[in-house]
Structures are given as C-alpha cells and as structure tokens.
C-alpha cells in the first residue's frame, strides 16, 4: 500500500472518528459542530498532509466562490419582510447600534494593530482593518434553534440578522471601492459604478430567477434552477473581481420576498445551508496558509477585542436605545459566536487577490470560528436559560 | 417560453459583463458553468414538455451552448469544471450501488450474466462484421494489410459494446421508475460494467498479440484482475466501514455522501483500481450491510447530492461532443450504430428465453441497453493509445458512435418504461 493510500485512509478514519466524538460532544456539551470539518481541511491542506495540493487548492478555487455565493444568499433568504415587520422597531436601533459599534471599534483597533505591528501606513492597512471590522459585526445565529417568544432571543436573531447584512454590505461595497481599474472607452469605472454592477447583479438576478422557477413545484427542479442561479450569480461576481456574497445575498432576498414558493425554497436552502457550510470549513481549512508576518498578535487581539467590543457595545446599544429593562446587561455573551458569514467575507477578501497581509485576516477569522464554535451555542443557551 | 426569453436575456447580459472582467478560466469557468445549468435545466423542460427525457435536453443544450456550436461553455471552461464529472461519476456509481438490494442480485444474477452473453456476444460479433466490411471507407485503414484491419476493428467493436450505467440511473432518477423493468434494466447495464470491462481488456490484450503496441499498450492479464478484484475488496472495505458509521450516526448524510464520492474515487485512483467498481460496491455493501433507517436516509442523501451532478454530468458530456467530426463520418457511423441496435434487440431476446425471463421487463430490455456515455468513451481513449498511428481516426469513429448512442438511448429506455406501464407515456 502506498504512503499516499496509507494517508488518504487515515484522513478518512480520522473523519469518522472526528465526526463520531462530536456527535457525541454536541449532545453532552452543546458544541456546535464545524470545527472538525476546519481541522480535516487543515490536515488535508497543502500545509499539512499535502493531500490537497496548491494545485488542486486552485483547482477548487471555482467551488469555494460557490460556497461563498451560497452563504450570502441563505443569510439574504431571511430577509422575508412581512415576517420582520412584526419584530418591534427598538430591537432594530438595539442592534443597529451593537454591529455599528463593533464595527468601528475594532476596524479602528485593527488598523492601529496593523500599521504597528508591520509598519505600514495607515492607508495600507484600512482594508483588512475594515475587512475585520465587518467581519466581527458578523454574528452567527445561535438564537434561531429556539422557538420561544422572548425578547431576548427576538432580540438575539435581529441582531445576527442584521450583522451579517451589515458585514456582507460593507465588505462588497469596501471592495468596489478598491476595486482594479477597469477602462470602458476612454475612462475607468468609477467605485459608484462597480457598486452599481454589484447590486445589479444580485437586483437583476433575483428578479429574472423569481420569474425563471415561476410556479414550479417539485423540489428537485426547484433546487437546479436555485441552484444554477446562485452558481450564475456567484460566477458573475467572481468573474467581475466582486465579492460573491452581497450579489446572492439580494438573489436570495428578493426569491424569498417574491417567490408563491417561499416555503420550498427556505426549506431547500435549510437543508443544504449546513453540508455547504461544513464544505465552506473544509476548503477554509485546506485553503489556510501560515502568514509570512508576525500574526499571533493580531490574531489574538483581534479575538480579544472582538469579544471586548461585543459585550461593551451590547451594553451600550441597550442603554442608548432604551431596552436596558428588556434585555439584561450582559445580553452580548449571546452575540459572541462568529459563524459562517465571517469566514466566509474572509475567504472572499483572500480570493479577491488581496495583497495586504491576507493570511492574517484569514488566520484572524478561522481562529475566531474555531473558538466560537466551540463555545458560542453554550453561552447563548446559558443566556437564554437564565432569561426565561 | 418564458424560460428560453429569460436565458436569452442572461445571454445578452453575460455579453454585457464580458469585457469588464478577467479572462482567467477559473473565474470565467463558474459564469459559464451557471448558464449551461440553467439553459440544461430550460431546454431539459421543453424536451419533457414534447415527451423526450430531460436528459436529452441537458445534453442538447450541451451541445447548442457548447465549443461546437455557440461557444458559450468553453473548452477551457469544460477543462476547468473536469473535477465536477469525475465527482459525478463518482457519486452516480455510489448512487447505483446503493439502490441495488442484495436479494435481487443474489437471485437474479445468473438470469443478467446469461443476457450479457446472448446480447454482448452477438452485438460484438455484428459491430466487428460491419466496421470489417465498412474497412475500406475508412481512409486510416482503406488500404491496410488484413491484420491491421481485424485489429482497428475487434478495438472499436468493443467500445461499441459498452452500455451507459450513469444514463440508466439518470433516467431512473428522472422517472421515479421502481418497477420490474426499472429494477432489470438496472441490474443487466449494472452487471453488465464488469462483463464489458473485462471483455475490453481481453480484447485489448489480444490484439497486441496480432500486432505489436506502437503506443502505450494496455496493461496485463495481472493489473487487470487487479483493478476489478481490488475494486470489490477497496469498495467492501469503504462500503463497511460507511455502514459501521451508519449504525451510530445520521448527520449530514448528503455530506457524507459527497465526502465518500471524493475519497472514496482518490482512494481508487491511487489504489489502481476501477472507480467506478469501487464506489458501486461501496454504495452497495454501505447500503446492504446492516440497513436500518439510517441506511435509507443515506440513500435519499445520496439521491440529492447527484440530482443536480445528473445535470451537469449530461450537459458536460453534450459540449464535449465533436460534432464536425461526428457530421464528417456519418456515412461510417451509421450503419455501425444501426448494426448495434439490431444485435442488442435481438441478442437481448435470445438472452432473455436463455434466462426464463418473459413479461415487459424482457421484452423492451434492449432499449434500455442503447445508451452509451463515460465507460464506451474511456475504453475509446484507451484503445486509441495503444495505436498511435490508428488513434485520431478510431478515437473520432469512437466518439461519433458513442454521440449517437448518447443522445438517442435516454429516448428509448424512456420509451421501454412507458411501454412497460412503469411510468406516464
């Protein structure tokens, strides 16, 4: 038996017995599934066992913006709006006010972060201190498992709700405005052009694929059509050197608030959303690649101040808001775990050619998945707990 | 309608986009991918629409969108989007093994092996006569001395055997057929994989006896016993080991289904063995093992994942199809392939009173055995290495047939199931 069979069948043991042990440990210890799929990519990847080659890394390059097109329009398929109308106007400025925060916070502290530890300038590094500064707005929805009418947990889905929108919005438009130039006739496509196009793509898109399923009915037709406009979508994007997320995210909006199929179609996204986010850690993981800069640091501050910032801006939100006396004071801890959406804007910003320290954000994210992942559904639950 | 003016749309709009972005393969691959989907999934609609099945529409629109008509799909897109239909075959042969049951092949195995002889025999025979006697039509082999004649055609002859396991599922997958045609069909094009394989590298072996290699030559006797004995033993040891994990979890099982498509081709890959063999017994030992419930929602989860592959696997397989070189040996081909419908109907009857078989599923089997796709194609490429000198004739005459025999047998196997009561006409 060769060394490479010998290999690829320890990767497959080492799956199943990773996949068993969680299985058990999510049941024993509510831990979120995921981070075994992140550590077989890691192990599998060119910087391990070298089962997935750079080659075959890039060979695959076409899949992860797929991963990528599909994360942004599950997030955009809960953006149903006579279902988000009946949530009460104040958790909207609650969260508006928690992601905002975060956001600013720690862009501003990633930027400092980055300029001292790599001596760069503060014009180098705005993009990946912003790229992180969207990333941590980004909350992963650890409240959606629970059905109970309570404001805490209302108030823990709107915010992941509009994290995620935020964060997808504001890294998408971030890159049009870095965008490459691109000359049509005598002038270069301006960043308000670019983020046209990308808007475009998903307004456009949505609306030709709302009128492309039509009425159809059986699942199996339903998924080839969605899934062939989110692979249109996502390519479009990639092709155009945009990010894939906020394109379908719109595609996956304007289905669920137009389509007579709603249903059918949420429940299919459903049913594929986690087997895609389980591919999305494999190839995050595979995909990884040690920084040629000092990362620890940042890594580990962008961690901490991630957490820092949603605890801390959490309070303030519901302070300035005025929900203090709905929601208890350290109603952040619900607000911790990272999720999908973060990887995957990480992911986005490495593929999209990015020249300025792209392992660090991508290192900066997978460690804050890994962590969160770990603990994140644990926290919310003790939250919720507590609360009802 | 309303489809074919919305892909005309995107169309217009893809040309819109095309000059602002980057001309690398990769980014352009996943564009290009997305419409064929779509314009697979519209014109696979409007062929079911007028009675044909969907499949000949994915292929269809392969071959409109394709390098050789429109050039919307690329060779350079088709190139890059090549680890998909591996992954598809992949996962159509998990898929086949796991809908096979235990008890149907414990019991009707010889009846398959005694059609497979009876249908085989006589359509290799029929296929070697004909492109015997079309020989001097053949500008490669018009003036050959009458070894290099019986070599091209006892070559050609057995790619034109082969049947097409991923068309026969994917029609099953289409149609929902369950019945004792569906279930007959299935286990003779199934059975019939090891057979032509190994009929194709006898054949392959022997030739090389009659006239030295010029090329690659094919592997021995040895390497060959190898590649389907250790196809069965690499799928037993996945197939058990995936039933072992079915016993005690039943997450993510479409995942899981992937993840076994992948591994489980790479293992055979390096192992040197037949994939195709390996996941089809995979599929067959994960799902027969130890079934439970959980065996079950494995299968649906494998079901799922190669929905859409059936799509892209079929559209692929249109683009790819030469279709200057099909037009410009028609005259050749056509009396090859009719030759080979007239023996697989026959062949199929003296079979099917060999094995007591009567009722429907016997009489329209044959037109479930039309069909031809990945193997016939890869036995081609194989068979074309071994020769040089002979290879871009025989691999043109190769694909000409197959490209026939792709796009009209979904047609009749459709048909045979409407005849048979096992689906809507």
Redesign the interface.
Known sequence: ??A??SL??V???A??AA??LF?WLARRFQIV?GAEYLLLGILLGPHAAG?MSQHVI??????M??ALGWTGAAVGMQFYVPRLIQVPVDHYKTATVEFTTTFLFVSAVMLAAFAWAFDFEYRQVILPAITLGAIAAATASAAFSYTEDHPIITQLETSARLGSAFAITAFSLLLCIVHVE?A?GSRN?TAAEWAL?CVGIGV?GGT?FH??I?REQKS??L???M??????????S????LSPLLPCFLVGATLVNTSSNRAELQRMMA??E??MY??LLLFAGAFWSPSRYDWLLPVVLYVFTRTAAKLGAARLAARSVGSASLLTANWGTGLLAQGTVGLAIAMSYSLNDAEVVPNVVFTAAMFSVLISDLFGLRIASLLVQREN | M??AL?LL??LW??AI?E????SAP??????????L??AA?TVG?IARAVRLPMLFGYMLAGIVFGPSLLNIVTRAAIA??S??NQLAISLIALLAGAELEWKAVRGESIGYLKILTAEVGLTYVGAFVTIVVLSPHIPVVANADKTTVTVFAMLLAAVVVAHSPAATLGILTETKASGPAAKTALGVVLTSDIFIFLLFTLVATGVQLLMPSSGAGSPGLGLVLWEVVGAVIVGTI?GG?VAF?LR??Q??L??LG??IAL?GG??AR??HVEILLTLLTTGFVACNVMPSENTIHFRHGVE?AA??FF?VFFALAGASIPLAEVRSVLIIVVPIVVVRYITIWTGTRWGTRWADMTGPPAKHLWMSLIAQAGVAIGFASVAAEIYPELGPTFRTLAFAVIAMNELFGPILFRRALAKAGEIEP
């Open positions: 038996m060769s490479a069979l690829t069948f990767v497959l043991v799956y199943l996949h068993v299985d599934s089962v890039q060979t695959l390059a076409p899949f913006t797929l691109v049509v496509l196009i456009v030709l009128l492309f039509g199996d037709r998924f080839i059509a899934a062939g406009a989110i692979i249109l979508c996502s390519g479009a990639a092709y155009l050197r049913s594929v986690k087997p389980f591919a | 309303r489809r919305i749309l995107l709009g893809m986009i000059p602002l972005g980057r990769a980014s352009q691959a996943l564009l290009t991918f997305g419409f989907i779509l999934y609609e890059q989007v680890s998909l996945i080991v994990y005690f979890s997450r993510d479409l995942l992937l993840i591994l790479e293992i390096l192992s799922r929905t859409p799509v």
